[in-house]
Structures are given as structure tokens and as C-alpha cells.
């Protein structure tokens, strides 16, 4: 199977050779050859490090959960985990994932200076892409070119749906209620 390609981007708070070593430590287990970049933020933008994994489709999610449960996921994110969990003039550093399931696109988001928490962030990203991938494909999305927002819950170290943006027709703002599985409309662009 041919490896599945990663983006990896860092902001001018992080170094070249900080994105080096991320790279390093991500490198066997997808593609980042000219994948990989140092991006310009706003200066009042937190510092930023931002993971794509692109499209996710049903011949690729066994292998990318596969690379997230792994050994080698726990190494690399131990690594990844000591360069990303540094505060940077005085701020906390926001660790973003990106991806996209048929017509839903992802952003899990993790804010924080706690080493352990940044850590905990990869470590459990496996869930948060399942839950992505059961409401992907079960059709329990609040609407079709659904953008769906995960923040990181300290207390609980796991992903948790902040909400959802439909663009469309059926524009707004939607929250979701895990116990019941059910989304509600909570603002509208009219």
C-alpha cells in the first residue's frame, strides 16, 4: 500500500529544524516529501502547528487508524510532543488536525503549553477520526458541506465535537449532542 501523504506546516513562532525533527519523526510512516512548510501568521494568531492528512476515503482510514494506534505513533508523538508543548512568547501553542470525509471537513484542535497534553492530543486522535468517520458515513450530519469543529477536553483528555458550520442553503451554526447523537441549530446566517 502506497504511504499516506501528510502536510505538516509550522508557524514563524517554530523553527526550521523544529519542523525538521517533526518531519523526522513522522517521516516512515507517510509521505512528506515537499509536504512539509513554514507558514506566515498574523501576529495575533497563537503560535500554530498544523497536521493535514487530506481526504480521507474507505481504502485509506484502515491504514491511517492503523499508523495512529501504533508503536511508532506513540514514539513520534512523544517526540513530537516535547517540540510542540512549549509556550512561545508567552502564549500556548494551538495544534491543529485537518482532514475530510466525503463532504465533511474536519478541524480537531488542541490548545496548550502541558507537554502531557499535547501528547494526550495524538494519542487519542484515533477517536476523534472515528467519531468524524461514523457520522461521515452513517449520515448523522446536520447537513450536506458540513465543517466539523473537535476541541481537545482537557479533563477528559479526548476530542470532542465543539460544533458544526453548514454552508449551503441550510447556513448555520450547529451544536451536538453526544449522549443522543442529535444536532441542533443554534445560529443562522439570516
Not at 513562532?13 to 510512516?29: D, Q, V
Not at 508567552?90 to 475530510?100: A, G, K, R
Request: net charge neutral; charged share 35%; hydrophobic share 35%.
Amino acid at each position: 500500500m502506497e504511504k499516506l501523504k501528510l502536510t505538516v506546516a509550522l508557524d514563524q513562532h517554530f523553527t526550521e529544524e523544529e519542523l525538521r525533527k517533526i518531519a523526522e519523526a513522522l517521516g516512515g510512516a507517510f509521505e512528506l516529501r515537499n509536504r512539509t512548510y513554514m507558514m506566515k501568521t498574523s501576529e495575533e494568531s497563537p503560535p500554530t502547528a498544523v497536521f493535514s492528512f487530506g481526504e480521507i476515503t474507505r481504502e485509506n482510514i484502515p491504514y491511517l487508524l492503523g499508523v495512529v494506534k501504533s508503536d511508532y505513533w506513540k514514539k513520534a508523538r512523544k517526540e513530537i510532543s516535547k517540540i510542540l508543548g512549549k509556550r512561545r512568547e508567552d502564549e500556548e501553542p494551538l495544534v491543529s488536525f485537518e482532514c475530510s470525509v466525503e463532504d465533511v471537513k474536519a478541524n480537531m484542535r488542541c490548545r496548550t503549553s502541558d507537554q502531557k497534553m499535547v501528547e494526550a492530543a495524538f494519542e487519542h486522535l484515533h477517536l476523534a477520526l472515528d467519531t468524524l468517520w461514523s457520522l461521515a458515513y452513517g449520515k448523522k450530519l446536520p447537513g450536506p458541506k458540513s465543517q466539523i469543529y473537535f476541541g481537545f477536553h482537557e479533563p477528559s483528555k479526548r476530542f470532542r465535537i465543539d460544533r458544526a458550520v453548514v454552508l449551503g442553503k441550510d447556513f448555520g451554526e450547529y451544536e451536538f449532542d453526544e449522549k443522543n447523537e442529535k444536532w441542533s441549530k443554534v445560529a443562522s446566517g439570516k
